[in-house]
């Protein structure tokens, strides 16, 4: 069985403050995809970042940074330097092809910018 | 890159009514979409997987009779709720999959349904 646990329910930060979002899963396969998706107030579901699991690189891209740790089943998501515009609900996802090709979803985090 | 659209985004509706959502890939054929229902505050829950040209597979308590679906050809894939309660009130989310070297899902803007 997969599962994706994302604690955090609700985060609140000053602007400019960093902040990380965890997430950590569980899952038998090998191979997999792990996968976070902003949702804004909107409702649109935003792709952010897909990284499978046989790359452990770290990845920064412009404010956001994923570190991906295979020992502990992590892959947590910071925001540096947060903006009023990150504010959203962001979800971790996991995906695990071939043989199952349904997304399995945290929970989800609400994260709030306070300007 | 890949674009899934949703159409209506907004519907309200009457109880008893029955309420079509169609769910389309624009730039690339999908053999596999699935259909969400997030509820306010709640993650997404898959509630079938549409293959086109064959039955839809719904999750475990979640009524086929209720929720039709379907996938007449590879950019299209219908949700029709029937006889719509209150309680069916929710977000409905699409995906389609591709068959890209990462299978990725790329997911449709939603459809808020309210009703009355």
């Known amino acids: 069985a997969q599962k994706v646990t994302q604690a955090q329910t609700e985060i609140s930060v000053v602007e400019k403050e960093d902040v990380t979002l965890d997430c950590v899963y569980e899952t038998r396969d090998t191979t997999y995809y792990l996968f976070w998706y902003k949702q804004p107030p909107s409702g649109e579901l935003v792709f952010l970042i897909r990284r499978n699991s046989f790359d452990e690189q770290n990845e920064i891209s412009g404010r956001y940074s994923w570190n991906f740790q295979k020992s502990t089943s992590s892959f947590n998501f910071t925001i540096t330097a947060s903006q009023v515009v990150d504010s959203a609900v962001y979800f971790c996802a996991l995906y695990p092809p071939p043989k199952n090709e349904k997304l399995t979803f945290g929970t989800g985090t609400r994260l709030t910018i306070i300007p | 890159g890949a674009v899934v659209s949703q159409h209506p985004s907004r519907v309200i509706c009457k109880s008893g009514t029955s309420v079509k959502i169609e769910c389309r890939s624009l730039?690339?054929?999908?053999?596999?979409m699935f259909w969400y229902r997030q509820f306010p505050k709640q993650s997404l829950m898959l509630m079938a997987t549409?293959?086109?040209?064959?039955?839809?597979?719904?999750e475990q308590g979640v009524e086929k009779d209720k929720f039709l679906i379907n996938h007449a050809s590879l950019t299209l894939s219908t949700l029709t709720v029937t006889s719509a309660h209150p309680e069916d009130s929710s977000f409905y989310i699409c995906s389609a999959l591709t068959r890209s070297s990462y299978n990725e899902q790329f997911f449709g803007p939603g459809t808020r349904l309210t009703v009355l």
């Open positions: 549409s293959n086109e040209g064959s039955k839809a597979t719904y």
């Open positions: 730039d690339f054929q999908a053999t596999t």
